[in-house]
């Protein structure tokens, strides 16, 4: 089974969790990201907004 880390919540790192994930099925689309970025700021404020 496929993993992926997922974020429902905003927050710090605590809030990443490694969870199961269903592929797409019939209809759906799937996308491979081989790059991504994030936002340093939201990294170093948190949860604090």
Do not use: S, W
């Amino acid at each position: 089974m496929p993993y992926a880390i997922c974020i429902h919540e905003p927050g710090g790192l605590e809030v990443m969790k490694y969870e199961p994930i269903e592929l797409p099925g019939p209809g759906e689309v799937l996308i491979r990201q081989t790059a991504i970025g994030l936002n340093f700021v939201d990294t170093y404020f948190g949860n604090k907004f």
